[in-house]
């Protein structure tokens, strides 16, 4: 019936939207922000989302600390990212207006709950006076001022609910207000509130009240003249579901351990932006994933290549302090030559940083960051859905080369989302699994007696005649007992450095998009790919000789990848960093001399930007 | 799911031999790991496991080379980590038998956490410590069981740090066994080594080791045959705590103070009743604690044997009990639904 | 040779405010931590220290933003390290007063090396350890102290891991003084903060910390009005241990078993003079061990205030002795002389 | 007299010799070849040493594990390294003569104790036949087959001495027939053997008695026709003292912190080959060190950073494992900008690797191996004497610029000699250590407002009135609070990465030795020096047109070496790892492709071979 009543009121249609939910801690803009994205995803709207959490675990109510975001970009066509500069800003308080106003695009729409505008929280937001009546604000905005703490009130009238369970509903007084705006269905938003609150009917009648009054306000009200339609974008037809970076990297790890039958051990210690992949797989047991927290970082990493040594698949989770300190226990992996993978969600750094911004400034640790010469494979994934392809892609490496591989993802990816399009079982990537089960050479076992490709047999415990012993001094290069012997550590270095160039071969080559030739190459690698590409389709549609290659492995690097840095007049390389792919670049390339692009404020690259850079650089 | 190979049922008859690698240790003539390893290699046979499910696993240091000499799977890993590599092969695997073979440095200094945290939660693994109270490898540093004020290559005019008292650290972690054995002591460690073997849950076991080479003679004031019948006090479960060369010497405990003290059964009317009677399988770990800091008082002996020996559920036992238990519930799952859980739509 | 700037003699009268940085604490509404800054902020005024000579440091987690609530100097470190931190500023500058204000899952998960060996040193840090058995920061995971079983984001099938006891793990590692309260009690943690800033050596204090957003009401099951006077047994130093509401219940020490019971004063012949009289000065941590274990076993209290107060030289104080010594037995060896040390010869 | 004596054998010059001891570790080869070298610094040469010790504690007797060796390159011109290929191999027994045999120089001097050469030790030593019957060794070297055994006995017969005393004795005969040969006077040596066992006279005396007679042996016996004389070189006039680079970085330390009055505070954790300078410094109580040994690396260098907070001058000594370890620690000092020095005395890798070898693979570790943007100084020692400069330089930049520096040496320099000219105080570098006193800002204390070289003051607890708080989360830009603001961010990264540019203020530029342009420039950094300038050397005497550069400083580099790089036709970079420095200079230096020569046996570089290499080049 929505639908009907709405007939008086002029519609818009529009390609793509960015709105950003802003509020309290606890004024539930999370759950907002998501129930919303899933009414455009039933809508078949392609998007992205980003969460904006506060740092603090909870800062008083009202301050700016506390203030919490979601941002969602749904539209018609293909969208790479939550957005640069949202169209719509709702804001629940005073707080919220302050931190985020600056990011809405002028002419954009601005939503406040005026009812929050109150003396004492527009001084715990450090306004003199009320922005509300600022006239340079009314200029450049579209004002919608909304007292949804009175209208939920009202809604919820003789409901006998207390005024701070009442005031816990607004938040759906915004969600109907958007449903209307964006002319959603109602039915599926009720139903999901009904079994929310299953266990208390009160409150799922009372949000249900509240949901309906905001979608009617905007219906009846005189406030709002006109509503948008965002139709559906052609999507591959198939079944969806919403899903972050790390639950992605959880369900791909759990992928494999179906797929292979073989256990996947995850050891790992809590650490913000990285946790939700430990939690999630915490919920995969019968699934054939163990997950074990463990005491410290160094434990996680360590219970993890034991697990591997006793023939699991082994891995573990971390973001950028913890990789520092798992740095010793990579060593060891290297030198045993175990599988296994690291997880690293890149974080603000250096040291504790800025632990909620994402940041992509770990590529040149986890290329380096070992002591001797202990190189291993590092692959990145580019955006929430690649994720899942990267966590078995990066398995699939570790078993079939028996070495550790690290896995790049970021803050952004992690708590990032998109539309995930389940893939049929049949056409994942096969992992086989094989371990020794007799002797090599001689009747006896000889665990670094190498196949062609340079990898050494996998003999587990619990397999009679094989028993051996490996570890972290030097081996001999057959035997794997220990050696001092010169020689045997220079032909060691050398073959187990040649062993992972040998990884090339599951490398695929960069196909640039856009020009495959000509003025510019932008050169992204890991979480930036989203906006690049956006960037690099932006001034290709403009006829722009723009290309783009996107590095999803960092080592091995992509065999024809020097052929293509030649084909361009410049290269641009941007980053959420101070210059570390630029850096790598140029060591591997000499000659090859790339500009740089580098944003380090703990958000991802704005699309708009980097198109105005590459624009200069024409 | 679980990685296990066929474990061969019936048991081959092991002798000392099966458990020699055949590669000879490199210890230092008269260093005190040759009779710990003469013990271990002595009683895997009867410990009615196969060969091929038992790994031995270490850290760095002399003591740490001890897997390369038993034909075992084993890791030599690095220094101070052995327990969480253990860790991760008994949770993976818990029907292993897992063995973390250590040193004074490794497991008690850089390796603390993983030990303190591997006791607690009583993971079966079974780690035995060889005490030398110095860093041997490394060729004579302080260690945190060197003495206060002992002069070191690191600690030329003494060190100014109290040591631990490993088995009362090992009880305030958790332990629910804890033994303590001497080199030299050869069938004594024999006992112990093969309760630690049978015992199910975290296992600690400290090794008095002497290193003729840079801590030589650290345990003659026990060892001495002269003092050995006064020093050594053999702890023995439902046995009173009796020592000296005849037997009638006894540990009692006052009621009143709380403390225990040093008797002599037949003087002053001390009778055999009145000595404390040891009890290792009791849960509160109180009495073995007292025990554990009995030398640390002047004039009392050194407890060897088994301080603690309790069954706990182990965290091995727990974290599979848990994954049986939603296997069992959920059934196996197929890929297909797995991967569409969740709240999902479908464009067409 | 020391970097001590010149140290203001007479000390100013200081008031709680002179304590307060000015930044307003950024806990969760509710949160005990706020209960544990005001009683550390009124207790340092009467310690005596001039407030530039006193360094609070701590590691990472909600417990750990601590220092920037203090007007003091004040370190934010790393997760866990607090102590190795401390022990630097301490070591090298004595004549600080040195605080470590950590979590459960900072001091004994990744931080439980440094603890026991900050503990067993005796360095005069005084750590207190804000205990909600959770991990706050990083939103409700399972930390060390979390109960066996306990559902949490990261255990949702229940923790496989039995917890640490706090104060017996600190026993175990050498802490000569060792304590409990709780963060709704804050007279007594005014006197336990009082009595730890007092100690010289090791210092653990153990808070019973509530984190209403992620383990709420950890601790109703002491606290509650209902349950509280037969719950908590508060111990003083050469008072016999009495708890319950008339003070009639009382713990006994039976001689024969070695273990404590738990008895009424009045009934079947039991005197008050039956019952164990708390002595925190002994030597021997065993008594601190048993009360440190007491609430581990069914129907007995849950022991707050301090089990062990012993002094003893702090390695701080013995390092600086042997540097004193080592000065005044070579005095100031020029520069010259001291890089011509050794065997040298001369090339006209 | 015992010049004399000498007379009527024939006397030839030699400018340079090396000569290598190996024995049993029961032999007393260290001992041996130290004194040697005593000898020869007395009679003026210029000289290096390395000791070769068994890996294994103490290896049973005989074996070839147990092999210990001591080498000494001595002579009339300026020594840079050890030397390649000894000119004499001493050989006390077959296990000594198995392993080493490989290295002497065709036409080289072996002197072997006969009387080691028995059935027993010859099966432990692998040999199916007594090699010194064999004709081949015969015909490649100059054999002196000397039964010490047999001469010590004799020499000490009714000494009433244990035969296992006697046996102890032996390796002063040795002692003693290297003196004739090298026509070195016996007073001095007899004189030490008295000091040495002054408590045990019947020692001294046994032992006096034995160097006598190897003295002896080679003044009247037939086998020895001509001896050596090694002219004094010209060394700089002054007072040495013979010093391994680990006592020279102890020392260096101390001399900090008598020079600055200021405590140093060393916060370390033992790890082979670094120990060493561990056990120097806590013998420096009474000149102002603190030495904590903590309980592992990370407590070292966490003590470290808080003895810096309260004001010591905080440093840390580790090797490879302890470097990765310690890695999170250094971000926290880059982000909290606390003067720290950390040593890493570089051994074989990776992982536990090859603990007594040498090695230079983590130069990549020290520049990269921290997560974040967290750049940090980084100095490489050139030889044993230089590790006392660089110790001093390292804290010298550190408290300057408030930062953590890296100096790198090696178990090559670590554990080898040389002369150290004993320097005058007052020419040492000064170092000048300021506190902040007072606020520096409208009457607050603001700890990162910085001076125009972006250097923050330094204000340590005692100080009233500058209470403040420091921490590893992202800080504002001035009070240091945690700051959450990403363009804040953002100029934090910047200034931090810009402060460490500015260091090459204090690094002076490189001046290549040889030729200024040309046909190949050598570049190498840290341990290689002397084999590299060695090889120089040899070339520019040849008339070649080859230049050396060596790097002290590896970052920053030196302002010059992009120009002095421009000014050859090749470069060729010599290192033992895998091309670190290859790889940095490319990234450095975009459009410079440096060759790469790369030795991996744990061995420092031989002059020859690379000498060698250059000419192929040519
Ligand atoms: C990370 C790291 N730190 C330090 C070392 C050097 N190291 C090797 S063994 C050892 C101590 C050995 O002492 P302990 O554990 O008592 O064994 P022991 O040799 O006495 O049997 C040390 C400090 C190392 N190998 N790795
Ligand atoms: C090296 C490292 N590992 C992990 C983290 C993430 N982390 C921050 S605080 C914390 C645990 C906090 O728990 P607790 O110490 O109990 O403090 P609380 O927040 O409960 O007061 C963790 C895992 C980190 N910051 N650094
Ligand atoms: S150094 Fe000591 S502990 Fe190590 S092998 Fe030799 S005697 Fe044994
Ligand atoms: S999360 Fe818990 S511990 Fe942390 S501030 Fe909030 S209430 Fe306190
Ligand atoms: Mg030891
Ligand atoms: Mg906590």
Not at chain 1, 567 to 587: C, F, M
Request: glycine share 10%.
């Amino acid at each position: 019936m929505s639908t009907q009543t709405a007939a008086p009121k002029s519609k818009v249609q529009v390609e793509t939207v960015t709105i950003r939910f802003v509020g309290d801690s606890g004024d539930g803009m999370q759950l907002t922000g998501t129930e919303f994205t899933k009414a455009n995803a039933l809508a078949g709207n392609d998007l992205a989302t980003f969460p904006d959490y506060p740092a603090e675990i909870r800062a008083p109510a009202g301050s700016l600390a506390g203030v919490s975001g979601y941002q969602v970009h749904f539209g018609a066509r293909e969208i790479h990212t939550p957005g640069d500069a949202p169209d719509v800003l709702v804001a629940m308080n005073p707080a919220a207006l302050k931190t985020n106003l600056a990011d809405l695009r002028t002419g954009g729409m601005l939503i406040v709950n005026g009812g929050a505008f109150t003396e004492s929280n527009l001084e715990k937001a450090g306004y003199k006076s009320n922005p509300l009546h600022d006239a340079a604000l009314k200029q450049n905005y579209k004002i919608f001022d909304v007292d949804m703490n009175k209208l939920t009130e009202a809604a919820l009238a003789g409901s006998g609910l207390s005024s701070k369970e009442i005031a816990r509903c607004k938040n759906y007084f915004a969600l109907g207000l958007m449903y209307w705006l964006y002319s959603r269905p109602m039915e599926a938003q009720l139903q999901s509130i009904a079994k929310k609150f299953a266990k208390k009917p009160e409150i799922a009648e009372a949000n249900q009240k509240v949901f309906k009054a905001g979608y009617a306000y905007g219906d009846t009200t005189e406030v709002f003249f006109q509503r948008y339609d965002v139709p559906a974008s052609k999507l591959a037809p198939g079944t969806y579901r919403n899903i972050t970076g790390n639950a992605a990297v959880a369900l791909g790890f759990a992928t494999v351990a179906k797929t292979t039958g073989r256990q996947v051990f995850l050891g790992s210690y809590p650490i913000t932006p990285a946790t939700e992949i430990l939690q999630e797989m915490s919920h995969f047991k019968e699934h054939g994933v163990v997950t074990f927290q463990a005491e410290d970082e160094i434990a996680g990493i360590g219970s993890a290549i034991g697990a591997s040594f006793a023939g699991a698949l082994g891995c573990t989770t971390t973001s950028g302090p913890g990789l520092a300190l798992k740095s010793e226990m990579l060593g060891l992996a290297v030198i045993a030559e175990l599988p296994l993978v690291l997880v690293d969600v890149q974080r603000g750094g250096p040291s504790t940083g800025m632990p909620t911004k994402t940041e992509q400034s770990d590529l040149l640790i986890a290329l380096y960051g070992r002591h001797g010469e202990a190189p291993l494979p590092v692959l990145a994934a580019q955006s929430p859905v690649d994720c899942f392809y990267a966590a078995i892609e990066a398995m699939k490496i570790a078993v079939k080369w028996m070495t550790p591989v690290i896995l790049l993802t970021d803050g952004y990816l992690g708590n990032g989302s998109e539309p995930f399009l389940i893939p049929d079982p049949a056409k994942l990537p096969k992992i086989d699994v094989k371990y020794a089960t007799a002797p090599n050479f001689e009747g006896k076992y000889m665990p670094y007696l190498r196949n062609d490709k340079l990898v050494r047999p996998w003999a587990i415990p619990g397999t009679a005649g094989l028993e051996h012993r490996i570890g972290g001094l030097e081996k001999d290069s057959m035997s794997g007992m220990v050696s001092y012997d010169g020689m045997n550590h220079e032909r060691m270095v050398k073959t187990r450095a040649q062993k992972i160039r040998n990884v090339v071969e599951d490398v695929p080559d960069v196909e640039p998009f856009g020009a495959a030739s000509g003025d510019v190459l932008l050169l992204s690698w890991g979480g930036t790919f989203g906006s690049v590409r956006g960037a690099a389709e932006e001034l290709v549609a403009k006829g722009k000789k723009v290309g783009h290659a996107h590095l999803r492995w960092l080592n091995p690097l992509p065999k024809n990848l020097g052929k293509v840095l030649a084909r361009y007049e410049k290269i641009l390389v941007p980053e959420v960093n101070d210059g570390q792919l630029a850096t790598y670049v140029r060591s591997k390339f000499p000659g090859v001399d790339p500009l740089q692009y580098n944003h380090i404020h703990g958000k991802p690259l704005k699309i708009s930007e980097l198109a105005g850079r590459v624009l200069e650089l024409l | 799911m679980s990685t296990n190979q066929a474990v061969n049922t019936a048991l081959p008859v092991y002798t000392k031999k099966d458990f020699e690698s055949g590669v000879d240790p490199r210890w230092c003539p008269g260093c005190g790991d040759y009779s710990i390893i003469n013990q271990i290699q002595k009683t895997m046979p009867t410990v009615g496991v196969a060969r091929e499910n038992i790994v031995f696993v270490s850290g760095i240091g002399c003591s740490s080379r001890f897997p390369y000499y038993m034909n075992n799977y084993g890791m030599h890993t690095l220094h101070g980590r052995a327990p969480a590599f253990a860790s991760g092969i008994k949770v993976s695997r818990p029907e292993l038998m897992v063995w973390v073979m250590t040193g004074d440095g490794d497991a008690l200094a850089i390796g603390g956490n993983h030990f303190i945290h591997a006791m607690r939660r009583n993971l079966d693994l079974k780690l035995v410590m060889f005490n030398n109270r110095i860093y041997g490898l490394t060729k004579g540093q302080v260690s945190p069981t060197s003495e206060l004020g002992k002069k070191t290559k690191s600690t030329p005019h003494g060190s100014p740090d109290y040591p631990f008292n490993p088995p009362a650290l090992a009880l305030g972690s958790g332990a629910t066994f804890v033994a303590r054995t001497i080199d030299v002591e050869g069938a004594h460690m024999g006992g112990v080594l093969k309760a630690a073997a049978e015992h199910k849950g975290s296992v600690f076991v400290e090794v008095f080791q002497n290193c003729p080479v840079f801590n030589d003679g650290a345990y003659t004031f026990l060892t001495d045959k002269a003092v050995k019948a006064d020093m050594l006090l053999r702890m023995e479960h439902g046995k009173p705590l009796l020592y000296g060369k005849d037997g009638k010497k006894g540990i009692r405990l006052d009621a009143q103070t709380a403390q225990l003290e040093a008797v002599v059964v037949g003087e002053n009317g001390v009778t055999e009743k009145d000595v404390l009677v040891h009890d290792a399988k009791r849960d509160d770990p109180t009495i073995a604690f007292m025990l554990a800091n009995l030398a640390e008082k002047h004039g009392f002996p050194t407890p060897i044997g088994v301080f603690r020996d309790v069954r706990k559920p182990t965290a091995d036992e727990l974290t599979w009990e848990m994954i049986e238990k939603a296997k069992s519930q959920k059934g196996d799952v197929d890929l297909g639904k797995f991967l569409a859980g969740g709240d999902t739509w479908t464009i067409k």
